[in-house]
């Protein structure tokens, strides 16, 4: 009987630490504008291919030449790798071109919608999350 409780003990705490991650997975709507389109010209300097979201981060300069860092959230990696991706698609250093829409709180975060290689070459046209509007 001591047994089944403990078993019954350890499953509630194991459900618990896994169900914190699912609660802190949010909507579009949630955190992005979908009245706040972005578009952004910059260098990959970072990437984080992990879950929820992968993670890209931008550096794009202004007209005055000066740079702003942009954190940029895209779908998850089983997502990306659905749909044709792989961990070399993009790379530190490649220049691209975002479309997508701005944080809520006008902090430098977007979520890509589509994404354009320096060569015109369309890398990313799905959206990222289920209720994001649809990529132009």
């Given amino acids: 009987m001591k047994i089944i409780h403990m078993s019954l003990a350890a499953m509630s705490l194991a459900g618990a630490i896994y169900s914190a991650t699912a609660l802190a997975h949010h ?5 992005f504008d979908r009245h706040k389109p972005v578009i952004l010209k ?10 929820p979201h992968t993670r890209l981060y931008l550096s ?8 702003s860092n942009w954190e940029l959230e895209l779908s998850s990696p089983n ?5 044709g991706w792989t961990r070399h ?11 997508g829409f701005r944080a809520k709180d006008g ?9 354009f290689a320096a060569d015109g070459r369309r890398i990313l046209s799905q959206q990222t999350s289920p209720d ?4 132009k």
């Fill in 132 to 135: 994001a509007p649809a990529p």
């Fill in 27 to 31: 909507s579009f709507a949630a955190e």
């Fill in 107 to 115: 902090s430098s975060l977007a979520n890509a919608s589509t994404m």
């Fill in 60 to 67: 794009v300069p202004n007209e005055l030449g000066m740079i």
């Fill in 89 to 99: 698609s993009v790379q530190v250093g490649d220049k691209i071109t975002v479309n």
């Fill in 42 to 51: 910059g260098t990959i300097t970072k990437v984080e291919w992990q879950n």
């Fill in 79 to 83: 997502s990306l790798l659905r749909a």
